[in-house]
């Protein structure tokens, strides 16, 4: 097969690229660079089978040769990203999702469709499943992301109704693990940088909040089952096991053995107080689940932010906690006042 894969230099992207170049598939890369890096396709730019276009592909895609199938993950992705660049976000959900769902009309290419957990917003229902329509602000911080991934998912389907496109959509949980950039905001790549740097780890709220942290290669092996098939979705990808984000504090100081202190801050606006997707239909359709644990991913990321260590030691000042959604920290007493929503 011949894939497009936006956002391909992207800490998802670039795992995608590498999957099906390893299956032996031809792979065409684009990505703006805002939030992806050249560093992760950087083992795979000599292959042959390989080519990357720097392009904005809110702007314009023009791919040169037949294509088979195209996957579109360009977007920024990170709450700190999405808030850093809003209109860009919508952007690229709108425009960006239009031209790569024109691009797989025109080559009668499968096209899969990177959606998030995050049509769910702040769910009232729990554990997630698809038939869930989500309860998502349309005008709060959050909506540039969300909103512009439910647009993106009622653009695919109607090309898939109205134009023909064989469209299938993923709702991908939290995910993580090696080339997440240290500083990106995220809570395991957050805390793991933290606590490798000695930093205290920044729980927003109370950490009592809830989040289901997938590893990455078991997520990309979804993606590559959703591209394979020819069913529409949406289907969740995530790893239902569910964790406060205390715990996941509590694991990453226990695995890195820091002595890093852990430190309350403010909690986002519209923060989801929980997030667990049911599974049951990508087991039924794709016969994916995962089978990584939260305990092995996170050894795997911790091992890769050790052996960037510049890298993550220089990430330091900017996952401070006291960025754009976090706020000051607050003294251990105070979060208990912080009512998480009903
Ligand atoms: N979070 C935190 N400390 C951080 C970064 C995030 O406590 O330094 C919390 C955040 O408030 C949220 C959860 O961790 O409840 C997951 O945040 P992340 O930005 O990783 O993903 P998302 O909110 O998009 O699920």
Redesign the pocket.
Known sequence: MRVLITGGAGFLGSHLCEALLLRGDTVVCADDLSTGRLSNIAAFTDNPKFTFLQVDVSTGLTVPGHLDAVAHLASP????DYHRLPLETLAVGSRGTENALRVAEENAARFVLAS???IYGDPTVHPQNEQYWGNVSSIGP?SV?DEAKRFAEALAMAYSRSRGVNVGIVRI??T?GPRMRAED???????IA?ALNGDP?????D?Q???SFCYVDDLIRGIVAMIDSSESGPVNLGNPIERT?QE??EMVLDITGSESAIEF?Q??VD???R?RPDIKLARDLLGWQPRVSTEEGLQHLVDYFRSHAGEVSAAAGS?S?A?F??GPALSPQEPSALALPA
Do not use: M
Not at 77 to 80: D, E, Q, V
Not at 185 to 191: A, D, H, K, L, Q
């Open positions: 992705a990170s709450p700190p998030t957990s995050e959050r992301y949980f939290n993580f905001g995220r809570v395991v790549s957050s805390f933290q780890l920044t729980i927003y709220g950490g909040q809830t989040r984000v996941l504090a801050h909690r986002p923060d989801p107080a997030r996952i906690g960025q959604e976090g």
